[in-house]
Nanobody, 122 residues
């Protein structure tokens, strides 16, 4: 059973940085994509970034390009989201997700962490 545990959230001033971590366990992720999503109060959960575990290929939503970087550490089975130049509109609960490469994160084969709060003050 896949388990994803996020950490690293907190309160930061606008312009600051945070690094989120997602410790993954329960299987080999060599055929998986890993992703970060976020949900702000009163809004739907939205995509932030994804990385293919084997190739390292990444993709970002436009609003975070140039500010956020997704990466993975194979030895630690951990995925990171480095967030720089944070803005108040980045405030949200951030979720880590995992899914087989050919399937959406929302499929039955997808897995989600419990989320970590990021708050950016102006």
């Amino acid at each position: 059973q896949v388990q994803l545990v996020e950490s690293g959230g907190g309160l930061v001033q606008a312009g600051g940085s945070l690094r989120l971590s997602c410790a993954a366990s329960g299987r080999s992720f060599s055929t998986y994509r890993m992703g970060w999503f976020r949900q702000a109060p009163g809004k739907e959960r939205g995509f932030v970034a994804t990385i293919t575990w084997s190739s390292g290929m990444t993709y970002y939503t436009d609003s975070v390009k140039g500010r956020f970087t997704i990466s993975r550490d194979n030895a630690k089975n951990t995925v990171y989201l480095q967030m720089n130049n944070l803005k108040p509109e980045d405030t949200a609960v951030y979720y880590c997700a995992a899914a087989p490469i050919a399937l959406p994160f929302t499929s039955a084969q997808g897995s989600w962490g419990q989320g970590t709060q990021v708050t950016v003050s102006s």
